[in-house]
């Protein structure tokens, strides 16, 4: 039984990683030339917030049953509404099964 502990659970080591060197305020300063820049239209290379625009709808249109669930006009709030009614009727129904017959 030396084995196995229902007790004292290890807990797996957590990775943490410390930069050697990072200024906050070179990184602020960077990012507000960048923005700057773009204002300015002088920069034309695409950034990580370009891409995130890119990325965002790719995923829904590599599956079919999430495209035709836009298509229809539903989002991840009314599937999951969707998900709570049929659970709760479920729920009710098993409860009416368990009084009527036990």
């Known amino acids: 039984m030396a084995l196995f502990s229902f007790y004292n659970v290890r807990k797996p080591r ?3 990683h410390k930069p050697i060197y990072w200024d906050p305020h070179k990184e602020a300063m960077e990012e507000r030339i ?13 950034t990580i917030e370009d891409y ?7 995923f829904i249109e590599g599956t079919s049953h999430l495209k035709k669930s836009r298509d229809r006009g539903q989002d991840s709030r009314s599937r999951t509404y ?4 049929l659970l709760l009727a479920a729920s009710i129904l098993l409860g009416i099964f368990w009084y009527l017959f036990m």
């Open 82 to 85: 969707k998900n709570v009614k």
């Open 14 to 16: 957590q990775y943490e």
């Open 34 to 46: 960048r923005k700057v820049k773009r204002e300015m239209g002088v920069e034309e290379e695409l």
């Open 52 to 58: 995130k625009a890119e990325i965002k709808g790719s």
